[in-house]
């Protein structure tokens, strides 16, 4: 009995030091299936994330670049962030507000965060006639690490027009190559 459980030890801890753990999203997304084996990469992603309702999430797996992302954003707008807001939007693993709205986001309490982010979401109307939040969202990220793969998460029951918005949005910043997250098809799903 004790070999068995000297085993059984050791398999937990390999278990629990080889896994990885799922970052919190801050909307729930059921992808649609696809019959696409293709794995996306476990680092260097720039995931976006599209809910049913059409807001727009960005992050990546990375905090160091997430926040060299968010200084070349903020500093580019002129949105200045204290330390305790720069603190709070290290714990985040996705970020989706407005810049108008991101110091007012960053300053509610943690408990009231999850909730005030679904209504929010990164805009995607252009700015002046330039680029929009989201695209320099994007821009951010490809100018800290040229290697990030984009990836697309969209709910299934996210329209069309929402996910082609997305992608045209894309395009136009010459983003050509990107993921779209979707789960494999089962044989009792044909």
Known sequence: ??????????LLCFFMLTS???????????TP????????????????LVGPDGKIFVGTDNKNDMLA???AVTDKFGVQLNASQIKKFKEEAMIGAPLAKFGDYLNLPS?????????????T????????????WVKAARDNNPDVKIAIKCDAT????TVKA???ELQDMNENRYQLITNLKTSSED
């Open 1 to 10: 009995m004790t070999p068995m459980s000297d085993v059984m030890t050791l």
């Open 20 to 30: 990885t753990f799922l970052q919190p999203e801050p909307i729930k997304v059921n």
């Open 33 to 48: 299936s696809s019959v696409s084996e293709v794995k996306v990469p476990e680092k260097d992603v720039f995931n976006i």
């Open 69 to 71: 992302i968010m200084q």
């Open 111 to 123: 408990e009231k965060m999850p909730e005030a982010i679904q209504k929010l979401g990164v805009p």
């Open 125 to 136: 109307d252009s700015i002046d006639g330039g680029m929009s939040e989201f695209q320099e």
């Open 158 to 161: 996210t329209p069309y027009k």
């Open 166 to 168: 997305v992608m045209s």
